[in-house]
Structure formats: C-alpha cells, structure tokens
C-alpha cells in the first residue's frame, strides 16, 4: 500500500475506466487517498464494484462509486459521465485507462481484430474526451489523462495494431490539448506512457516462463532491469490530475525505466 503524502487531489473529482484492476484500480486507490471523489467505471461489473467498495472500506467514507462500461458504447458514455457528475457534484478529472493488448504483424492480423483495437484503445478516449469536455470546462482547473504506452514510440512488428493504437492516443491527446488552449479553457490533456508493468496483462508470461525468465525477457529493453508497479503509473497520473501540474498539457509523460533512452 502506497503511505498518504497529503491530499494532493483534494475536491477533485475523476472519472477512471478500465479500473476493475491493475492501472486503472491503482489510480483509483491512488486519487482516493489523496483526497479525490472517483466513479469508476469497467466492462467487468463485479471486479470494478468491489474495487470501488475496498477504497470506501479503506478510507471510511463513500468517496468511490462504480459502474460497468463498455467503453465503444458511445451512448453509455453520455449517460455514466452525466451520472458520474450529478453524483459527485462534478467532474474534474478523466482517466482514460481502459484498454487491450493484441498479438499480429501486419499480415497475420484479421482485419476484425484491428478494428476491434482500435475502438477499445482509440475510439473510446476520443469519446471519453469528446463528452467529458463540457463537464470539466465547467470544473476548472481540470484535466484529461490518457493512458497510452512506450509502445507508442518502439515498435514490435507483432503487435501493429497495438502499436498503432497507442501512437494514436498520444496525438489525439496533444489535439484535445491544444483544442482547449484554443477555447482558451484551463482543461490540460496529456498522456502517460508506460513500460511493461507488473499487472494481469503480463501474467501470460509469468505463466508459461515463470518468474525468473519471464522478468528476465520482459526487462530485456529496460536499463533499470526491472518492471514497473502499478503505483509507478498511478503516481504519473497523480501528478497529471493535480494542480501541480498546472502548466503542463500536450505532455508526454514516460515512465519505462530508461527505456526511451537505448
């Protein structure tokens, strides 16, 4: 469990999707202990209910609501963002986490599949900005993040798509960024990029090479050597949700271990 530092997101009030479990759960923890309302939201209805429920056990208030999303559902979005405001008496802050991971070079990937991506990891944030935009001009100071990742910048040819979509979250969020200095609004949009992370997604390999050579492959292109937690992203985001981070938007913030840098 990460210790408390002070309510950094005191009064804010952020809307987190994929948060059922790994980044999304631990950004939710995260703005929660640190003073924020956060509806949650995943296509995994029970997962994300008892996410929202352990941090109300935890701090020993309802600062946490949760709802399931299928995040392509242009229609849900407009309903649970409404909810999510009336609720919380606003919104301030949208994590855009919910996302997929896909395996396929460019000639093996159904065309099914590469659609599929990009809807779940592209689709889904511009709807979650297109919609969420109104609510947080209206809470300003506010601010989007959008979960991208590293491999937004270094490709592995078996997953085109994944790469694809990832790349395209990191420039859509620079072009919602300077829509809103443009409105002349003070909603700051910037995107996270992480490394392989120590969640569900990479269990695969923990499962088929066990730990020693599974953390061993996957920190292959890491000069740090080891993976991330999900804290380490958490904290990115809760840096980004804050006011601290007043003057940065259009940002892309890496956290890949030195990744970037070989």
């Known amino acids: 469990m990460t210790e408390i530092s002070g309510q950094r997101v005191a009064g ?14 631990a950004t939710a923890h995260m703005l929660a202990r640190h003073g924020a309302k956060v509806f949650l939201t995943d296509i995994d209805a029970a997962g ?9 056990r ?13 995040v392509r559902d242009e229609a849900a979005w407009q309903r649970l963002l409404a909810e999510a405001a009336t609720t919380m008496g606003g919104l301030s802050v949208l994590v855009n986490n919910a996302g997929i991971g896909s395996l396929g070079s460019i000639e093996q990937i159904q065309t099914k599949e590469w659609r599929r991506v990009m809807e779940v990891n592209v689709e889904s944030v511009m709807l979650g900005c297109k919609y969420a935009l109104p609510l947080l001009r209206a809470q300003q100071p506010a601010s989007i993040v959008n979960i991208s990742s590293l491999a937004a910048f270094k490709v592995n040819p078996d997953y085109s798509a994944y790469n694809t979509s990832k ?28 490394a392989f992370i120590r969640t569900g997604i990479v269990a695969p390999f923990f499962d088929a090479l066990g730990e020693e050579e599974a953390v061993r492959k996957l920190t292959h292109g890491i000069p740090m050597r080891r993976l991330g937690e999900p804290d380490d992203i958490a904290f990115a985001v809760l840096y980004l949700a804050s006011d601290e981070s007043r003057y940065v938007t259009a940002a892309e913030l890496v956290v890949d271990g030195g990744a970037c840098a070989i």
């Open 12 to 25: 804010k009030r952020a809307f987190i999707t994929g948060a059922a479990g790994g980044l999304g759960a």
């Open 167 to 194: 790349a395209a979250v990191a420039m859509l969020t620079k072009s919602v960024a300077m829509e809103c200095t443009r409105q002349k609004i003070d909603v700051r949009c910037n995107s996270v990029h992480p």
């Open 48 to 56: 994300v209910d008892a996410v929202a429920a352990a941090i109300n």
């Open 58 to 70: 935890e701090l020993g208030a309802t600062v946490a609501w949760s709802a399931a999303q299928d």
